[in-house]
């Protein structure tokens, strides 16, 4: 158990339709990573936010946006879903945002997008 | 950021040594070297990380080679719970970087009883 927690599980929803994963970092973890795990494009690092703060963008769709609240849990809001959209997201947390930070990941929200 | 390249896939029996291998001829002075694995049905988890020394730690020992452009991977005895992706990976320390992981393929592991 990394101590990072993710709901709901399982999520099946409708194309177009909007939904909105969470999670909570591990105790005192201040930085959130949010991937993507697709079988066509493997893990995908989607955005990082650190304290708060947005610290780093990747590969995330403009339908997709994220924030991280005072108690430091982050929710990953997905919205005109696509059928592309099915995956595996799973949220990180580390301590801080140092390079040598070990990331630890939350057991993964699987969406599928019907 | 900086690629590795991994097998695809590699076995090995249960109780028995595992190296694998990874190559990043590419690496930068600054970037480390992490690992990650990801058994069936369950995120990543870390297993170790280095930058030029050998390092060990419970799970693993990682070995970098002198001019840094490989290392190696080595679970001393393999269990069946060791089956998994095992992902190499730089970790980006350039100016301005965010500290992303980069995930390739990884080499997926089976460890046969």
């Known amino acids: 158990d990394s101590g990072v927690t993710q709901t709901p599980k399982h999520l099946i929803t409708a194309t177009g339709q909007r939904v909105t994963l969470r999670c909570s970092p591990r105790s005192g973890d201040l930085s959130v990573y949010w991937y993507q795990q697709s079988l066509d494009q493997g893990l995908q690092f989607l955005i990082q936010y650190y304290n708060g703060e947005e610290r780093a963008k990747g590969n995330i769709l403009e339908r997709f946006s994220a924030q991280q609240f005072p108690d430091l849990h982050s929710e990953l809001n997905l919205s005109s879903l696509e059928l592309g959209d099915s995956a595996l997201y799973f949220c990180?947390?580390?301590?801080?945002?140092?390079?040598?930070?070990?990331?630890?990941f939350g057991p993964g929200t699987r969406l599928l997008v019907l | 950021d900086a690629k590795t390249t991994q097998p695809n896939s590699m076995e090995s029996n249960e109780e028995e040594p595992v190296h694998l291998p990874c190559n990043h001829s590419?690496?930068?002075?600054?970037?480390?070297i992490h690992w990650y694995r990801q058994l069936p049905s369950q995120g990543p988890e870390y297993v170790i990380h280095g930058l030029t020394s050998n390092v060990n730690n419970r799970m693993a020992s990682l070995a970098i080679a002198e001019d840094r452009k490989s290392s190696t991977l080595i679970l001393h005895r393999a269990t069946l719970r060791d089956a998994a992706v095992y992902y190499c990976?730089?970790?980006?320390?350039?100016?301005?970087?965010?500290?992303?992981?980069?995930f390739g393929k990884g080499t997926l592991l089976t460890v046969n009883p």
């Open positions: 990976i730089l970790r980006d320390g350039g100016r301005g970087s965010n500290y992303k992981l980069t």
């Open positions: 990180a947390s580390s301590e801080s945002a140092g390079l040598r930070e070990t990331q630890y």
């Open positions: 590419t690496i930068s002075g600054t970037d480390y």
